[in-house]
């Protein structure tokens, strides 16, 4: 079965400084891997997805993420944060191969100070 | 991008009453359509999977007789929250896939029932 766990509840970064957040997965298959942004009282953006191509992923907004098999991680990165990046982020899975049912992590906030 | 536009984005309702939801392909066909729920400071849930011209597919503990969803054509499926009480208020976010495999979301429904 797939699962998703994303390791930190809460970041918290200045501006300027590098984000982390940690995304390990679980699954029986060669998984998708997504990572989605959503700000307060609002729909989720997709930052980017991983599917079996190259393992370097890039985003938007200047997000990356880099898939991992021997670690099962999947954990996202930006080398200098912005204060409009402080929300919420979920680390996804895809259930099974080829039905679009996603599997959510717990999510992680990210807070941004000046 | 694709556009999947849901509506309303908020709505009150007294107890005992039913709301619809609508969920909207804007410029493509989803012959599947996934609807899920937002606790407070929590994940996303899959509800149910809504598949046009049959019926939906209801996540284990999920009331079927609650949360009626209807996939009548290629571009709208509707949740609709019947006999609301206090404890269905949540965000509801559905969601559709792209015959290019990407999914995208609406924008989502807060639902406060009072």
């Known amino acids: 079965a797939q699962s998703v766990t994303q390791l930190d509840s809460h970041v918290s970064v200045s501006e300027g400084t590098p984000v982390l957040l940690r995304c390990n997965y679980s699954?029986?298959?060669?998984?998708?891997l997504f990572w989605y942004v959503q700000h307060p009282n609002k729909g989720l953006q997709l930052l980017l997805k991983?599917?079996?191509?190259?393992?370097l992923v890039k985003g938007i907004n200047g997000f990356e993420a880099e898939f991992k098999k021997s670690e099962t991680s999947f954990h996202l990165t930006k080398p200098s944060a912005h204060m409009s990046d402080a929300a919420e982020y979920f680390c996804?899975?895809?259930?099974?191969?080829?039905?679009?049912?996603?599997?959510f992590g717990t999510g992680t906030r990210l807070q941004v100070f000046p | 991008g694709a556009v999947v536009s849901q509506h309303p984005s908020r709505v009150i309702c007294k107890s005992g009453t039913s709301v619809k939801i609508e969920c909207r392909s804007l410029?493509?066909?989803?012959?599947?359509m996934f609807w899920y729920r937002q606790f407070p400071k929590q994940s996303l849930m899959l509800m149910a999977t809504?598949?046009?011209?049959?019926?939906?597919?209801?996540e284990q503990g999920v009331e079927k007789d609650k949360f009626l969803i209807n996939h009548a054509s290629l571009t709208l499926s509707t949740l609709t929250v019947t006999s609301a009480h206090p404890e269905d208020s949540s965000f509801y976010i559905c969601?559709?896939?792209?015959?290019?495999?990407?999914?995208?979301f609406g924008q989502g429904t807060r639902l406060t029932v009072v």
């Open positions: 969601s559709a896939t792209h015959g290019t495999g990407g999914t995208f």
């Open positions: 699954s029986s298959y060669s998984p998708s």
């Open positions: 991983y599917t079996s191509a190259a393992t």
């Open positions: 996804v899975v895809t259930l099974v191969t080829g039905t679009d049912k996603l599997i």
């Open positions: 410029d493509f066909q989803a012959t599947t």
């Open positions: 809504s598949n046009e011209g049959s019926k939906a597919t209801y």
